[in-house]
T-cell receptor, first 112, second 109 residues
């Protein structure tokens, strides 16, 4: 298994509070991705990174920001959480953009 | 209309049955991926295909590029195969994944 961890694994927070999710990899892969998974929608890309300090938006990036200051860490921040951001969040990594992606265990976020 | 469609959405089978899950896509792709997600679990990559057929144990994946269609077959199904199976395609320009909504498989003992 690829060395990918996500923290926290579960979080309950209140509307309007900031939340940061962390993805950590030990594989030295260049590409990292953040997805959300919701019933009826499948997995959707929020943001991705193609190197340290190099990030770009996915299809559902509104309300989210990301940072990557080290190869191994990719942070996803909800500046002011809303109930519509209740979801399961998955991080993924790949060596190159053309390669298979390997997924982390997921973080279940509930915004009340 | 979704760019990646899977069928069926739900499938219940008896142990030992041969199972087929289908994936159709409407966009150009660089590759097609089959992923497995167990209940409450993470997502595991099963296959990455750009042509032909691949086999791993009891799992077989095929792709027909001209028809824009792929199938995932499970031979001699077992209750531990119960999971959601997700089809995804890679965009040929950006290599980003586009996902289907998944097929929920339950195999009864």
């Amino acid at each position: 298994d690829a060395g990918i961890t996500q923290s926290p694994r579960h979080k309950v927070t209140e509307t309007g509070t900031p939340v940061t999710l962390r993805c950590h990899q030990t594989e030295n892969h260049r590409y990292m991705y953040w997805y959300r998974q919701d019933p009826g929608h499948g997995l959707r890309l929020i943001h991705y990174s193609y190197g340290v300090k190099d990030t770009d938006k996915g299809e559902v990036s509104d309300g989210y920001s990301v940072s990557r200051s080290k190869t191994e860490d990719f942070l996803l921040t909800l500046e002011s959480a809303t109930s519509s951001q209740t979801s399961v969040y998955f991080c993924a990594i790949s060596r190159q953009g053309t390669d298979e992606q390997y997924f982390g265990p997921g973080t279940r976020l509930t915004v009340t | 209309k979704n760019e990646v469609e899977q069928s069926p959405q739900n499938l219940t089978a008896q142990e030992g049955e041969f199972i087929t899950i289908n994936c159709s896509y409407s966009v150009g792709i660089s590759a097609l991926h089959w992923l497995q997600q167990h209940p409450g679990g993470g997502i595991v990559s099963l296959f990455m295909l750009s042509s032909g057929k691949k086999k791993h144990g009891r799992l077989i994946a095929t792709i027909n590029i001209q028809e824009k269609h792929s199938s995932l077959h499970i031979t001699a199904s077992h209750p531990r195969d119960s999971a959601v199976y997700i089809c995804a395609v890679s965009d040929p320009g950006t290599y980003k994944y586009i996902f289907g909504t998944g097929t929920r498989l339950k195999v009864l003992a």
